[in-house]
């Protein structure tokens, strides 16, 4: 079998001014019988994205959900989360996409957090594929326990809950602490707290008060363990913090996510959620998964054919 190479942010040949992850050709296979084994390579529980505890495939929506549980370290919390991959096969189409949901309560609400494009162009046979990130809230563990971390830093011991109603909007979800009382900072100086802390850390901080961030993230059983970039806007008027992340993008340019944490009176409680940037992706950090599905569909054909 030959090998073929990925092209990321690559001129899209069905979608005009956009980028794609692009293959080269793929010689000896037909369109059609790439993509039925793309769906049979999802089918038999082989798209894994990572260090999943486990993977379990059922029907739904004439599609396949593939349900993906990680277990969280005992260092971060323990516990587990999920993700959940949605495929559709669209045969006339010669696509398959992939609707991706981070947690259990984003599948409940058919609150998409990417969908993934995957089309098998033919003469000369490739595949193309692209990410599109949906402008949606994210309200989980993660921001739960960096909200509680936060809180022990300033000095307060307070816990927070997540995929809780927002006090502003109940339709929408946050994490949402507990009444904070007899901390060294109250709701007017909150914002002030959170600065000198984040300084403290080795943040920089500024002329214009906003303060530029750099944090390494590790979480193992993702396979990630990067720097992550931010900034930081104290919005006094509407007494709340704007965070702009931009993750592994050293330059700020490409915004990933605008997470905001939102003081709340009487009683003084904090909330925090993250709303992700949309916009369509086809880098480096989309192509792992996009090739590690497409090779294992091209390999067992291959094998086949052998």
């Not at 798209?47 to 593939?66: I, Q």
């Not at 944490?261 to 086809?282: C, D, K, W």
């Amino acid at each position: 079998s030959n090998t073929f190479d990925f092209h990321v942010d690559a001129d899209s040949p069905t979608t005009p001014g956009e980028k794609s992850i692009l293959t080269d050709e793929i010689d000896g296979v037909e369109a059609e019988k790439l993509l039925e084994a793309m769906e049979q390579y999802v089918r038999a529980g082989r798209a894994k994205v990572g260090m999943e505890a486990d993977l379990a495939v059922t029907d739904k929506e004439g599609g396949v959900l593939c349900h993906h549980r990680f277990d969280i370290p005992a260092l971060l919390g323990g516990g587990s989360f999920d993700v959940y991959n949605l495929y559709k096969i669209d045969k006339a189409g010669h696509e398959m996409t992939c609707q991706v949901y981070l947690s259990t309560v984003k599948l409940e609400r058919n609150e998409t957090n990417f969908t993934t494009h995957y089309k098998v162009l033919q003469d000369p046979v490739r595949v193309e594929c692209w990410v599109v990130s949906h402008e949606t809230r994210m309200h989980g563990k993660v921001l739960k326990s960096g909200m509680e971390k936060t809180l022990r830093g300033l000095g307060a011991t307070v816990a927070a809950e997540f995929d809780q109603p927002s006090p502003e909007d109940p339709s929408q979800l946050c994490v949402l602490s507990a009444p904070i009382e007899g901390a060294p900072f109250d709701a007017d100086s909150y914002l002030d707290a959170y600065t000198a802390l984040k300084v403290s850390e080795g943040a920089t901080e500024l002329p214009d008060g906003s303060i530029a961030e750099e944090t390494s993230f590790d979480l193992d059983v993702l396979g990630i363990t990067a720097k992550n970039y931010s900034m930081t806007f104290a919005e006094k008027k509407e007494n709340r913090l704007k965070i702009r992340e931009y993750g592994q993008d050293e330059s700020m340019s490409s915004l990933v996510a605008t997470r905001y944490i939102q003081v709340h009176r009487n009683p003084f409680r904090l909330e925090e959620y993250t709303v992700q940037s949309p916009g369509r992706l086809a880098g480096q950090d989309q192509l792992k998964a996009a090739k590690g599905l497409i090779m294992g569909a091209y390999e067992s054909l291959s094998k086949a054919s052998s």
